[in-house]
């Protein structure tokens, strides 16, 4: 049974940073797309970024970009997000998620695995 595991979000004041970290259990990602998504009270899960497990340079939503980082550390099986320059409208639920392959859309269908997702706040 695969699980991800979502942890380090929190409350933390405008330009502030926060690194959240997702790590896979019960599957080995050897050749799979790790990505993180959002989701705001009222809106759609959007997409911030993606990378792939096996080469290949993140990508991210044009809204992070310059001010976040994906990262990973395959001995872990774990991905991370390095979130600088934090503004009012990053605050949501974070999620990380997986997809067997190389995936290169943003949609959140294209991912079966989906962690519980954890809470960014910042404040103004």
């Known amino acids: 049974q695969v699980r991800l595991a979502e942890s380090g979000g929190g409350l933390v004041q405008t330009g502030g940073s926060l690194r959240l970290s997702c790590a896979a259990s019960?599957?080995?990602?050897?050749?799979?797309?790790r990505g993180w998504f959002r989701q705001a009270p009222g809106k759609e899960r959007e997409f911030v970024g993606a990378i792939t497990w096996v080469g290949g340079n993140p990508r991210y939503a044009d809204s992070v970009k310059g001010r976040f980082t994906i990262s990973r550390d395959n001995a872990k099986n774990t991905v991370y997000l390095q979130m600088n320059s934090l503004k009012p409208e990053d605050t949501a639920v974070y999620y990380c998620?997986?997809?067997?392959?190389?995936?290169?859309?943003?949609?959140?269908?294209?991912?079966?695995?989906w962690g519980q997702g954890t809470q960014v706040t910042v404040s103004s």
């Open positions: 998620a997986a997809a067997y392959g190389s995936v290169s859309g943003a949609s959140p269908s294209l991912y079966s695995y």
């Open positions: 019960g599957l080995t990602f050897s050749s799979s797309t």
